[in-house]
């Protein structure tokens, strides 16, 4: 009977796994795009076309030497080499669970509050749920992969804790000043339908860690603007940053900005997102010498987001005519976009090489619309990614989700989907196995493959910064990065890895669904008995 059972269950198991328990997500939560095309509307009077200056266009230049201008301003002297978190550098992915987004640990206020923030270089505000009207579950018990509770921030708590005030210069966002004394409230609406935040703004102490010369830690605060998020909608209520959001975007309020602004450190900050799941955030971080960069592109004179050119897109050895496009970088993505005349072109290469030796299926779990079996294991051929940018720069990523465990064939679909704007975002997926550096100083985007954890490693010797004013960044040679209570954190994700960062979570979370199962049956079969 209990064999029969278990037999039964299996098959049950498998069944769940291949239709309908676990569809898969796709988000973007950063909150670029009303905004350009609001903000391109009130210039032009007008929401569609392409809202760049055409390149090589006088236009186009004059607006690069505004640029210029603008960032010899920022530029400051800085204290520390690097900076990060004080719970530790180490950045944590939990995959569909978590919206397959990025977190990291970081602590606020006095006594300090940790919190399990989504890191999103798509917008600029940090925020954490606060004095809730309307927030995501915050116990541990809602989350497969948590074994704490995520927190709540109560100012009322912090005695370093202070309401802004609309006369503030960081509250220029505010709708509902009318004296100067009034309390800075904001609203924040992110790029995926009706997700939302909304509260007020606080100022408080943000805990952040330095390397000393021996490679031990040094903790360090700094003054740091957030928003009390009193009431969340959208997916921030269903799976997307239930316990906040780090804005990591070159606004005036963003965290790597207000750090470089303390002259803490250079205004530039790294991600690396590493294929088994875990990566490292590193503020003042640029990059190894040997790393391939590009330009980000201004957007009306502004540096306002992390928009790139991508010259041509190259499918396995072929490149295709007139693939290019701009594309904002995105860590609050899910996945990768890229505008649909573009989109066309990759897809039809794609599904042409692959089609070869693998049948084209639709899984309708997924959010994808190239998918693929193949019944030869070895044979299978999956060709590369290649992103040109301007001056030959490029980078290459395995662009498909392999589903874990089939016997004797392999699923797998092209992640990349279609979007109806004029630019696209990479997201998260392209990401992973690099390191990026999100340059602010010098304007660019750097790039370099990296597991992530060698970052705090005998990195020392080559990582000369091509940098202006000669002052070195190198790196420490012996990191001890964990805080014990690292361990606290239950990388269940991160630790069922097998080659692609996007197949563990899912894979996981198939065999929560079975571990769950089987306590039940045998829960069941006890009380049989
Ligand atoms: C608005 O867009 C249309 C089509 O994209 C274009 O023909 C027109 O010139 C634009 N108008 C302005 C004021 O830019
Ligand atoms: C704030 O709280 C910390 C610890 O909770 C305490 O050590 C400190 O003295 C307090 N500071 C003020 C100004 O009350
Ligand atoms: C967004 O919210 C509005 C009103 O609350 C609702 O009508 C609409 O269906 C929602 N859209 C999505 C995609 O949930
Ligand atoms: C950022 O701050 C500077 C000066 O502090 C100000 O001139 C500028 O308008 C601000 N930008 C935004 C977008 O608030
Ligand atoms: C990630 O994988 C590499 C080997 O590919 C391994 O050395 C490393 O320890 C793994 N990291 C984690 C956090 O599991
Ligand atoms: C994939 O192909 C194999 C045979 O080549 C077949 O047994 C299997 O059912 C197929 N899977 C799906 C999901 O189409
Ligand atoms: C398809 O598979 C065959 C062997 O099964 C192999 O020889 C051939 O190179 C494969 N084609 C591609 C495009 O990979
Ligand atoms: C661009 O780089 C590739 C290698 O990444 C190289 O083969 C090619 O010759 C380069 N082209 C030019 C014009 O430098």
Request: net charge negative; with cysteine.
């Amino acid at each position: 009977m209990a064999n029969f059972l278990v037999v039964l269950l299996f098959v049950a198991c498998f069944f769940v796994d291949s239709s309908v328990a676990l569809r898969l997500s796709s988000r973007l939560i950063h909150r670029f795009s009303d905004e350009a095309k609001a903000l391109w509307k009130s210039r032009n009077g007008n929401a569609s076309g392409k809202f760049w200056p055409r390149r090589n266009s006088l236009k186009y230049f004059e607006t690069l030497k505004d640029y210029d201008l603008k960032r010899r301003r920022l530029k400051i002297g800085s204290k520390y080499e690097v900076i990060f978190p004080s719970e530790g550098n180490e950045v944590v992915f939990f995959g569909n669970e978590f919206d397959w987004l990025h977190y990291t640990w970081i602590d606020i206020g006095t006594p300090s509050v940790s919190f399990l923030v989504a890191l999103d270089a798509g917008s600029d505000l940090l925020w954490v749920p606060c004095d809730c009207i309307q927030c995501a579950p915050l116990s541990a018990s809602h989350y497969s992969s948590l074994d704490r509770d995520l927190s709540a921030y109560n100012p009322a708590l912090s005695n370093t804790s202070q309401y802004l005030s609309c006369s503030h210069q960081l509250c220029a966002w505010s709708t509902t000043c009318k004296s100067p004394d009034d309390p800075c409230t904001y609203k924040r609406d992110y790029y995926t339908d009706n997700t939302s935040t909304s509260g007020f703004m606080i100022e408080d102490k943000l805990h952040l860690a330095s390397f000393s010369k021996h490679g031990t830690q040094r903790l360090l605060q700094a003054s740091v603007v957030l928003g009390c998020g009193r009431k969340q909608s959208g997916y921030y209520l269903d799976g997307a940053a239930p316990d906040g959001v780090m804005g990591l975007g070159p606004g005036n309020i963003s965290v790597p900005t207000l750090l470089a602004k303390a002259g803490l450190v250079r205004n530039t900050f790294s991600l690396c997102f590493d294929n088994n799941g875990s990566g490292r955030i590193l503020f003042g971080d640029n990059g190894p010498a040997t790393q391939q960069t590009t330009q980000f592109l201004p957007l009306f004179g502004e540096f306002d987001a992390y928009f790139v050119e991508v010259e041509s897109f190259c499918v396995g050895s072929s490149c295709l005519q007139k693939s290019g496009f701009h594309a904002l970088v995105d860590s609050g993505s899910s996945f990768t976009y890229l505008p649909t005349e573009i989109y066309k072109k990759i897809v039809f290469e794609f599904d042409k090489q692959v089609k070869l030796n693998a049948t084209r299926i639709i899984l309708q779990e997924f959010p994808w619309n190239y998918c693929y079996n193949s019944s030869s294991l070895e044979s299978s051929y999956i060709p590369s990614m290649k992103l040109v940018f301007p001056l030959n720069q490029s980078f290459i990523h395995d662009p498909v989700y392999t589903l874990p465990d089939s016997q004797g064939y392999k699923l797998f679909c092209l992640t990349l989907e279609e979007t109806d704007d004029d630019y696209g975002v990479i997201g998260q997926n392209l990401m992973v196995g690099y390191r990026l550096v999100f340059d602010r100083e010098n304007l660019q985007l750097g790039w370099s493959k990296s597991k992530c954890l060698d970052i705090n490693h005998g990195e020392a010797g080559h990582a000369k910064p091509p940098s202006n004013d000669g002052s070195p960044t190198a790196l420490p040679t012996d990191g001890h990065l964990s805080p014990p209570n690292r361990q606290e954190i239950a990388p269940t994700a991160a630790r069922a890895f097998s080659k692609s960062s996007l197949t563990a979570p899912h894979f996981s979370l198939f065999s929560y669904c079975c571990l769950r199962l089987f306590l039940l049956l045998f829960e069941f079969v006890e009380s049989m008995l």
